[in-house]
């Protein structure tokens, strides 16, 4: 693993800073040492993020978390901000790191290694410029139906929201499917899950359009080739009913999952990033999804944001009893409830034989 600090500077106690929260939370690929936001420092950045210390610190700059860590080789830019440009204020930090031999990894849409300065200084210094988003950008791989060669489960972890906790949720699930006895694997839909693990998955917002679907399809049968896993777990991205980032639909049509779990922040009264835009109905979302895919949403997830947990536990009940769901808080309790319910739903699992069945 390279030993990585992520610069969320002014951004990790927000929505925007999602690429630091996941990375925080889970990773496969870098091994995180801390996390630089002035904003916050001092602080825990897993008790920040949930109350669970994970031993990694946030600093108040480059130079602090590199005199705490200074095995790190790798720079992250933790932040997703609207239309994906470089905050103006990180350029220098940027450089800085650069300087100090570190490579840079970005999953920003504009790409850092395009930049005449920062090319020129990376090759001057001998580091590499990652720009996730640019591996996928040429990828053309068109859709074929070879979906139908894969026996594995499928399950969508789709949202009534974008930065909602759909990547995190689809994690947990997998770790406690392989946990339990089931063969699971992670098929990721953005940057970030690239970053985390990036075995099996694309950027679908860096691909051409036409070919979003088949690049999707592939990745999963891929998986399903290299791995025979019993279930196949995608996240979404963005919603089906989102305004600006009405995205998760190719996810339906192309990867034609058996089941659908569903996140919702509840205490969300507005959609992120979107003042006045109301977050969709919760009926509505699960009518149009079981309409597009003809499957269940057989788990409601929730997002604790704004919320105690007395209101999250009120939650839980109410859709449990309306929706024929189980319902729980990933982060809170965990998800072996959704284990559970896929194990009733689906009691052949790993035979492969209840796939195509159902």
């Not at 925007?16 to 939370?25: F, P, Y």
């Not at 946990?179 to 099996?200: E, H, L, N, P």
């Not at 009264?269 to 509505?284: A, H, I, K, Q, T």
């Not at 965990?334 to 699992?349: A, H, L, M, S, T």
Request: net charge neutral; proline share 4%.
């Amino acid at each position: 693993m390279k030993k990585a600090v992520i610069l969320a500077e002014g951004y990790f106690g927000t929505t925007d800073g999602k690429t630091a929260h996941g990375l925080v939370r889970y990773s496969r690929k870098y091994e995180i040492l801390g996390v630089i936001d002035s904003t916050l420092a001092g602080r825990d950045a897993g008790e920040v993020l949930d109350g669970i210390k994970r031993g990694i610190m946030i600093y108040s700059s480059l130079d602090e978390a590199l005199a705490s860590c200074p095995d790190a080789d790798t720079l992250i830019i933790g932040v997703a901000t609207p239309g994906g440009f470089l905050p103006k204020e990180y350029r220098e930090i940027i450089k800085k790191a650069i300087m100090r031999g570190m490579n840079i990894v970005s999953g920003l849409h504009e790409f850092l290694s395009d930049d005449p300065e920062l090319s020129s200084l990376a090759k001057e210094n001998k580091v590499e410029i990652v720009d996730v988003r640019k591996i996928f950008r040429d990828m053309k791989i068109f859709y074929t139906g070879k979906i139908e060669e894969v026996r594995s489960l499928r399950i969508a972890v789709l949202g009534t929201d974008s930065a909602i906790g759909k990547r995190t949720t689809a994690i947990k699930l997998v770790e406690e499917l392989n946990r339990s006895g089931i063969k699971a694997v992670f098929v990721g839909t953005g940057q970030t899950a690239w970053m985390q693990d990036g075995r099996y998955g694309v950027v679908i917002d860096a691909m051409i359009n036409d070919f979003v679907a088949g690049g999707i399809e592939h990745e999963i049968w891929r998986a399903y080739k290299e791995e025979n896993p019993d279930v196949i777990v995608i996240p979404g991205q963005g919603s089906i009913l989102h305004p600006a980032f009405p995205g998760s639909f190719e996810l339906l049509a192309a990867g034609k999952p058996h089941a659908i779990v569903l996140q919702h922040a509840p205490g969300r009264r507005y959609l992120d990033g979107f003042p006045g835009y109301p977050l969709p109905d919760l009926d509505r979302m699960i009518r149009v999804i079981e309409l597009l895919t003809e499957k269940k949403v057989i788990a409601i997830t929730i997002n604790h944001e704004n919320l105690t947990r007395e209101q999250v536990e009120e939650y839980i009940r109410e859709y449990e009893n309306r929706y024929d769901v189980v319902a729980c808080d990933p982060i809170w309790h965990g998800v072996g409830k959704i284990v559970e319910r896929i194990k009733k739903e689906f009691p052949e699992i790993g035979s492969k034989a209840v796939v195509r069945a159902k």
